[in-house]
């Protein structure tokens, strides 16, 4: 539905949504939550510990492969083969294709598509799930955010897979995949840090004895002039400690 929009909708509509029962509903706004917050914590996290730990090549091979397999995924899996069908392939490649979908962390396949084949059908109305326009047929901020995250969190209700996809849940293989969505999800997050070899390899510097030359010069200088005030060379107090 339309940010704002407090039409009721079509007759039709009630047929394409499912309402989401108020405990199931919290559930998954917690799944979802989980989902969109702790790969962006730990990619904050990384950021200091690359900086005291360096990284390998390895862990830069990781990073690239798991990035665009979640990218082949959705738009080559999730969007053209699974929604519009505008191509086959085999059994394997067709459940491989599921996989690594999973690892974007955007719901199991029949989620996604019933919901994404609703937005063709239903594009810009009140009964689109996720327009970016309000009841004024207007771009705002509070459309913004309805299309890309507000709808999944604030809506009580869902596209109905038994209408809007109901030749996946033909796919047996498909539907007892879709069983393991939770566990592949969580291992592709976990997989990365088991493989890499990013452990105490130090970031390049020129002089390793002194570990306040992995700062940046404006601050390296700000606590310089701050230390020499109190009278403590800054060597001797460093945010990074060695053996």
Do not use: C
């Not at 999730?78 to 519009?84: E, G, L, V």
Request: glycine letters at 10%.
């Amino acid at each position: 539905m339309i940010a704002g929009d407090q039409r009721a909708p079509t007759t039709q509509a009630r047929e394409l949504y499912v309402t989401v029962r108020p405990i199931a509903h919290a559930r998954e706004r917690r799944a979802i939550l989980v989902a969109i917050i702790l790969p962006a914590v730990g990619a904050a996290l990384a950021i200091p510990y690359l900086w005291v730990h360096g990284s390998g090549w390895l862990d830069w091979w990781l990073f690239a492969i798991f990035y665009f397999a979640s990218i082949i995924g959705i738009t080559v899996g999730y969007h053209r083969h699974f929604t519009h069908r505008s191509f086959t392939v085999g059994l394997r490649w067709r459940l491989a294709l599921a996989v690594l979908g999973y690892t974007a962390g955007q719901g199991p396949v029949t989620y996604w598509v019933s919901h994404h084949r609703l937005h063709h059908a239903r594009a810009d109305t009140a009964d689109d799930p996720h327009s970016p326009l309000d009841t004024r047929g207007l771009l705002t901020v509070r459309s913004f955010w309805h299309a890309y995250v507000g709808w999944i969190l604030g809506a009580d209700r869902k596209a109905n897979t038994a209408v809007l996809t109901p030749d996946l849940l033909k796919d047996r293989a498909l539907m007892r995949l879709e069983r393991w969505y939770l566990p592949i999800y969580l291992g592709s997050l976990l997989l990365p840090g088991a493989f890499g070899d990013g452990g105490d390899r130090p970031a390049p510097v020129r002089d390793r004895g002194d570990p306040s030359r992995r700062l940046p010069a404006p601050v390296r200088g700000a606590a310089g002039r701050f230390h020499r005030h109190l009278g403590m060379p800054f060597a001797r107090t460093t945010l990074v400690q060695h053996p």
